[in-house]
């Protein structure tokens, strides 16, 4: 009796749905990774922004939740470090950010030694008046409750312990009591919450912005017509550019804006000819900006927004470096898997990726479901089962049926790469 040994891994039926089955992921991960490395090449504006993986972050849930929420810069942990006030004195973080900001300012305007003074001197009243709000600062706030809707009046204090205690609750009832039952037991109170800790978030956010946005609009006070007008230089060279381009990029964003605040002011200095010519010749309505003291502050205002420092809240390096990351890494697993290159290697890299996507959101029981996607899962969801095809696409030869690899695998320097079944004999049976 013989013993057939399978030394043919597949039939040709499989192995043909198995090179399908490659291609369909490989164009899905391709296209999914080209998107996004397109939009690093547009300039953030009012209809396009480069990819950010940090709205996805957020929302991530499961036991991996802080290290992801951290990555993409949580919001409520930045705010509680810039109000983390002792005795009502002015949080470390929330100072040295101020600091910062004026520091760069300074460097950027090249404020000589008196404007340098002036700014310190203005960064130390602001600061004081900082100190005071957070001492003696009140606000009449909205507050609903189930029967009415009433409006306190709470000190700075009370408000960050407000949020803080709410925070705190939030946090207890989506990672304790949910995993705790296998059920999703607090879900309208999660909701709730949500909403509640989003509003006391954005109200306290807001007070700090408006107090940073006057101590921009202070030291802007310090700035002489010719600071102004190298400013207008770096302006006048980025619209030259929009002009003369295509697209949604930084560039072209600051011609709209300009024509627009040119439109709001209503100039009847501004000569037919240069409205005329205001799109392809958008540094003739700067120079009129430049003449004119009331349209300076709008071509400033201009300025600012796309050239001049911004307040820095947080360090978004690292998530900077993990989107481009995966934009390229499923850009080339995608591309690898198209063309049938480095099969095993790129089925590997596209099968870390989906799995990171799992961990960052997983279908656990007693996790509130994920509102991103459409249908209900538990435990295993759409990119678990990519993730799967694609190790089990690793465990092929793949790429050598159908690819590259079949013609990289004549090359000597490559063998290694595809090594070869050993052909085992059929065994006779003597007995």
């Known amino acids: 009796m013989k013993k057939p040994f399978l030394y043919r891994p597949t039939s040709?039926?499989?192995?043909?749905?198995?090179?399908?089955?490659?291609?369909?992921?490989?164009?899905?991960?391709?296209?999914?990774?080209?998107?996004?490395?397109?939009?690093?090449?547009?300039?953030?504006?009012?209809?396009?922004?480069?990819?950010?993986?940090?709205?996805?972050?957020?929302?991530?849930?499961?036991?991996?939740?802080?290290?992801?929420?951290?990555?993409?810069?949580?919001?409520?942990?930045?705010?509680?470090?810039?109000?983390?006030?002792?005795?009502?004195?002015?949080?470390?973080?929330?100072?040295?950010?101020?600091?910062?900001?004026?520091?760069?300012?300074?460097?950027?305007?090249?404020?000589?030694?008196?404007?340098?003074?002036?700014?310190?001197?203005?960064?130390?009243q602001h600061l004081a008046r900082l100190a005071d709000w957070f001492q003696k600062g009140s606000k009449e706030v909205s507050r609903d409750y189930s029967f009415a809707t009433v409006t306190p009046t709470l000190t700075t204090a009370e408000r960050i312990r407000e949020y803080r205690s709410?925070?705190?609750?939030?946090?207890?009832?989506?990672?304790?009591?949910?995993?705790?039952?296998?059920?999703?037991?607090?879900?309208?109170?999660?909701?709730?919450?949500?909403?509640?800790?989003?509003?006391?978030?954005?109200?306290?956010?807001?007070?700090?912005?408006?107090?940073?946005?006057?101590?921009?609009?202070?030291?802007?006070?310090?700035l002489g017509r010719g600071q102004l007008l190298v400013e207008f230089?770096?302006?006048?060279?980025?619209?030259?550019?929009?002009?003369?381009?295509?697209?949604?990029?930084?560039?072209?964003?600051?011609?709209?804006?300009?024509?627009?605040?040119?439109?709001?002011?209503?100039?009847?200095?501004?000569?037919?000819?240069?409205?005329?010519?205001?799109?392809?010749?958008?540094?003739l309505l700067i120079t009129f900006y430049a003449s004119d003291p009331e349209f300076r502050k709008a071509l400033l205002r201009v300025a600012k927004r796309q050239i001049a420092p911004q307040m820095r809240v947080e360090d978004t390096r690292l998530l900077e470096w993990a989107d481009r990351t995966v934009a390229w890494g499923l850009t080339l697993a995608g591309l690898g898997l198209l063309l049938g290159c480095f099969t095993r290697l790129s089925s590997l890299v596209g099968a870390i990726l989906l799995l990171l996507f799992y961990l960052a959101m997983p279908?656990?029981?007693?996790?509130?479901?994920?509102?991103?996607?459409?249908?209900?899962?538990?435990?295993?969801?759409?990119?678990?089962?990519?993730?799967?095809?694609?190790?089990?696409?690793?465990?092929t030869a793949s790429g050598r049926w159908f690819g590259i690899d079949g013609l990289l695998s004549l090359l000597i320097p490559f063998k290694f790469f595809w090594t070869k079944p050993i052909l085992v004999a059929p065994v006779e049976n003597t007995q």
């Open 363 to 395: 279908p656990l029981p007693g996790l509130p479901d994920n509102p991103m996607v459409e249908g209900k899962y538990l435990f295993v969801n759409k990119n678990l089962i990519e993730a799967l095809a694609l190790l089990t696409l690793a465990t």
């Open 166 to 222: 709410r925070l705190q609750e939030l946090r207890e009832k989506i990672d304790g009591w949910n995993l705790r039952f296998d059920k999703d037991v607090t879900k309208a109170r999660v909701n709730a919450l949500k909403s509640e800790v989003a509003r006391m978030r954005s109200e306290l956010q807001k007070d700090l912005d408006d107090q940073q946005e006057k101590l921009g609009q202070d030291l802007d006070k310090l």
């Open 12 to 124: 040709t039926a499989t192995r043909v749905f198995l090179v399908l089955l490659r291609l369909a992921i490989g164009w899905h991960l391709f296209i999914e990774g080209a998107s996004k490395l397109e939009t690093f090449s547009v300039c953030p504006t009012g209809t396009s922004k480069p990819f950010s993986s940090r709205g996805y972050l957020l929302q991530s849930q499961g036991p991996l939740e802080p290290l992801f929420r951290k990555l993409a810069g949580d919001p409520d942990i930045l705010l509680t470090s810039l109000l983390d006030s002792a005795d009502g004195t002015i949080p470390i973080a929330l100072q040295a950010q101020w600091r910062d900001y004026v520091a760069r300012y300074k460097n950027h305007y090249q404020l000589d030694q008196g404007q340098q003074s002036k700014a310190d001197a203005m960064l130390n």
């Open 233 to 283: 230089g770096r302006l006048i060279d980025m619209v030259k550019q929009g002009s003369q381009s295509k697209g949604y990029g930084l560039d072209q964003q600051a011609v709209a804006e300009l024509i627009q605040a040119a439109r709001d002011a209503k100039s009847d200095k501004i000569s037919p000819d240069v409205w005329a010519n205001a799109e392809q010749k958008p540094d």
